[in-house]
């Protein structure tokens, strides 16, 4: 069997972790790819450690004893993640995204995976050192966000639905109130999607009154689940008070000014600091 350098290995071992981030990867597995000792590969490993650290690409944390491996947690600086949200602001305060009636058009965004993957990874770096068991979010536009950090995160994602469908098959309903039209509106979830006691972060594309997030959590109680976290990609200035308590935003939305066709949105000064 080929036996590969140092300098092969150590290459390799980077594209294995990022693509695979907060996966425990045993020593045995990487003995048997690289055709090398533990003890080599342990010192590779303190070698990408190290490397991963002073690129503040995140850190690899490693397991001790007989069963011992590593697993690499991306966490973003703070210059990184400044450089993201301005750029998303940019996307977003688009004149040309204005639609009649003060919406913002926004679907191309989010099925756009470039911009998806860097949302992401912001959402995962902020909540790295949190215990998570599954992803919420409800259909639709929020699912790419929620599936891309899914990925980085390592954990399974649930969605819930506006509408039962017979392939869910049984389904938790509940009423739930829209905080931004006061509308009583209905979503559900299979009963098969979530265990019992999970530990849940819950993710939407947008946030004005917070009812969504709200309804989304009242549908956790459900399952006896645990909310640890809500991350939302924007939220809008007004109204000040949401309907949750204790959730990330990643931009803000001061206004949109149809006459002068413009959008006041900025980062989350929360990310910064």
Not at 132 to 155: H, M, R, S, Y
């Amino acid at each position: 069997m080929k036996k590969y350098k140092r300098n092969q290995r150590i290459g390799a071992l980077m594209k294995i972790f990022a693509e695979k981030p907060n996966y425990v990867f045993s020593y045995n597995y990487f003995s048997e790819i690289f055709n090398a000792a533990k003890s080599t590969i342990s010192e590779d490993v303190s070698i990408v450690k190290e490397l991963v650290s002073e690129l503040e690409y995140g850190r690899i944390e490693t397991i001790s004893g007989a069963a011992g491996g590593a697993v690499f947690i991306p966490v973003m600086s703070k210059d990184e993640k400044n450089k993201i949200l301005t750029q998303l602001c940019q996307l977003f305060s688009n004149k040309n995204r204005i639609l009649p009636g003060g919406f913002i058009y926004l679907t191309d965004i989010f099925n756009n995976p470039g911009i998806v993957t860097s949302i992401a990874s912001v959402i995962s770096s902020e909540f790295s050192d949190t215990k998570i068991d599954c992803i919420i979010t409800v259909e639709t536009k929020g699912i790419p966000v929620a599936i891309l950090t899914g990925q980085k995160l390592n954990v399974p994602v649930a969605v819930i639905r506006r509408n039962n469908k017979v392939t869910e098959g049984a389904t938790v309903s509940i009423n739930y109130v829209s905080g931004s039209s006061n509308n009583i509106q209905t979503m559900s979830l299979s009963r098969r999607s979530l265990k019992e006691n999970a530990k849940v972060l819950i993710i939407d594309d947008f946030m004005k009154g917070g009812g969504t997030c709200k309804g989304m959590a009242d549908m956790m109680r459900e399952f006896n689940a645990e909310v640890v976290g809500t991350a939302v990609v924007i939220e809008t200035k007004v109204p000040e008070k949401k309907l949750v308590d204790n959730y990330l935003s990643l931009l803000v939305m001061d206004g949109i000014n149809e006459r002068d066709g413009l959008i006041e949105i900025k980062p989350n000064s929360k990310l910064l600091k």
